[in-house]
Nanobody
């Protein structure tokens, strides 16, 4: 079983920055993909950014150039540095860990960007 715990959400003004962190514990296979998703009210959950165990990254077009994902394999953590935040970035952000057999989700952390 794998547990994911997110931290770092909060309220920030437009143009500001936040850093989200996610710590994974439990039986974690070395080959996996970690990522951040978000879900705004009334909308589907969407991928924000992902990073493989070897460091390959991908980003949603809406966050390219503003958000940076990183991970520390030794500590089983993944982080999301969010800069130049916009009101449309407001959502609950979820950490996800994907292995060949299972997907695991964190409980989510609220990010609110005021205009």
């Amino acid at each position: 079983q794998v547990q994911l715990v997110e931290s770092g959400g909060g309220l920030v003004q437009a143009g500001g920055s936040l850093r989200l962190s996610c710590s994974a514990s439990g039986m974690i296979f070395s080959i996996n993909v970690m990522g951040w998703y978000r879900q705004a009210p009334g909308l589907q959950r969407e991928l924000v950014a992902g990073i493989s165990s070897v460091g390959s990254t991908n980003y949603a077009d809406s966050v390219k150039g503003r958000f940076t994902i990183s991970r520390d394999n030794a500590k089983n953590t993944v982080s999301l540095q969010m800069n130049s935040l916009k009101p449309e970035d407001t959502a609950v952000y979820y950490c996800k860990l994907s292995t060949r057999k299972m997907d695991y989700w964190g409980q989510g952390t609220q990010v609110t960007v005021s205009s």
